[in-house]
């Protein structure tokens, strides 16, 4: 079993990516942007201060998702820093899973974010990235 962290910041193409690997939306594929729909009932509704909030509601449902053994599971992730593929690389090996992180390989500079994120927040996710220890780089760009 595999849990597949694909990472780079908004409008970096993880989306492109998990899809081109076989993710399914809600089912194998989570991702934050999926707690601002839910929040939005359908409508994307970003709100930096409830990002906390969202990290646990996808953590719940990667670790659901785990306990029904599914064989590959992606989180798709704009966090900067390694912390959050700490959370899962523990969660993973605790459950039996591989690890596999991914970056997004589309140029981060001049990206145009997409569901109205601000600019801030995307300059943020460039210039804050840390590489994980064991990333490898998925072509998109």
Partial sequence: MRLVIVRGPAGS????????????RGKTWFSIDQF?????????????????EGAEWTL????????????VIFLSSSVPSTDEVNTYAALASNLGYELQ???TTKP????????????????????????????TEWGNG
Avoid: C
């Fill in 13 to 24: 193409g993880r989306a492109d990516v998990v899809r081109e690997l076989g993710g399914r």
């Fill in 36 to 52: 601002w729909y839910h929040i939005g009932n359908g409508h994307y509704q970003f709100d930096p201060k409830r990002l906390e």
């Fill in 60 to 71: 719940e449902k990667v670790q659901s998702a785990m306990s029904r053994s599914e064989p």
């Fill in 101 to 103: 992180v991914i970056r």
């Fill in 108 to 135: 981060w500079r001049n990206l145009t974010p997409e569901h109205h994120v601000p600019g801030r927040i995307l300059r943020a996710q460039v210039d804050d990235y840390r590489e994980y220890h064991v990333e």
